[in-house]
């Protein structure tokens, strides 16, 4: 009987051992997950349009113009005047000019001119004139150079001898060519054409055209 117990437990023994090696030998599986590599590339955030309100600023870049609604110029102009219709008998003179216009827009103004010219007859005599006119200016453009176009009307006094005839008629029409010299200044030279007429109200057959071609050159001052 004794012997049975122990041939028993040596059995038992050599069987814990047998499972005891089989344990070890037998893989160990990690049931956890697998975490994958994120291998997703980082999208790179998206660039902005630029700000349109910038793209208007510099889109809507002022444009300087020398003149404008406003702007203001005094002239003044020294020259010729040369008689048109005289037959001869009076000669090339001197011819002053005083004026101020003052813009509407950048190509339109207004305003008005005082002159005064002198010729001598064949006989010495003098003829005196003292015109003032107003009307309007068109200027257009190139670069710095500018070209005012003149139409203007008004009256005049007239003395021839020592006779005096106030007021008559006077129109004009001038044409110019101007360089801007800086902001404030601009030299050129200009033509006019002036019609000066003589009238005689108690004698009608008196009545005499006056035309006259004066030459210039001129300085404006722009404020």
Same mark, same amino acid.
């Given at each position: 009987m004794k012997r049975f117990f122990s041939i028993l437990i040596i059995l038992l023994g050599f069987t814990n051992l047998f499972f005891a090696q089989e344990a070890e030998e037998s893989p160990v599986f990690d049931?956890?997950?697998?975490i994958e590599e994120d291998t997703a590339v980082e999208e790179e955030p998206a660039v902005e349009d630029e700000d349109p309100q910038l793209d208007e600023e510099i889109s809507d870049v002022y444009v300087y113009d020398a003149n404008g609604a406003g702007d203001q110029f005094l002239k003044i102009s020294l020259g010729g005047i040369f008689p048109l219709n005289f037959k001869k008998q009076l000669n090339p003179g001197g011819a002053a000019t005083l004026g101020y216009y003052r813009f509407l827009s950048k190509n339109i103004?207004?305003?008005g001119e005082f002159?005064? +010219?002198?010729?001598?007859?064949?006989?010495?005599k003098v003829l005196i004139m003292i015109p003032f006119t107003f009307g309007i200016m068109y200027q257009p453009y190139i670069n710095? &150079?500018?070209f005012p176009l003149y139409a203007e009307?008004? &009256?005049? +006094?007239? +003395?021839?001898?020592?006779?005096?005839? &106030?007021? +008559?008629f006077a129109a004009k029409l001038s044409a110019g060519a101007y360089y801007r010299v800086s902001d404030s200044v601009s030299l050129g030279a200009s033509s006019d054409f002036l019609w000066i007429p003589q009238l005689f109200a108690r004698n009608p057959s008196k009545n005499f055209n006056g035309l006259f071609q004066t030459v210039n050159v001129g300085l404006r001052y722009h404020f």
């Open positions: 049931e956890s997950p697998a103004a207004v305003g002159g005064a +010219t002198y010729n001598l007859s064949i006989g010495e710095k &150079f500018e009307i008004g &009256f005049a +006094t007239q +003395t021839w001898q020592s006779m005096e005839i &106030f007021p +008559t």
